[in-house]
């Protein structure tokens, strides 16, 4: 497996979702950021003042990673991001 063509294509899929409406199945907007071999998700929340602008509410990394006997594995990973807990009651 070619792992930086596989991961380009992981990042390039993941950046179509904050684009188009139809592949939109999230209720917050989106933000995708490469990182070292995949890609990140973040969901965005709107944070209360006196803070205000905008922070992650959680999320979807998915990275290719050695695994056992050189076979590489895809890990996705999901993750409360600071915003998780704004506006909570």
Do not use: C, H
């Not at 071999?37 to 905008?54: T, Y």
């Not at 999320?59 to 999901?78: H, P, S, W, Y």
Request: hydrophobic share 45%.
């Amino acid at each position: 497996m070619q792992v930086p063509a596989f991961v380009d294509n992981m990042y390039q899929w993941a950046a179509t979702m904050t684009q188009s409406g139809a592949n939109y199945p999230f209720v917050l907007p989106l933000m995708v950021d490469k990182i070292p071999n995949g890609f990140q998700i973040s969901m965005l929340k709107a944070m209360p003042k006196p803070v205000g602008g905008f922070s992650s509410a959680g999320d979807i990394q998915a990275t290719v990673e050695g695994g056992d006997q050189n076979k590489n594995v895809l890990f996705i990973r999901f993750y409360e991001g600071p915003a998780s807990l704004a506006n909570r009651r």
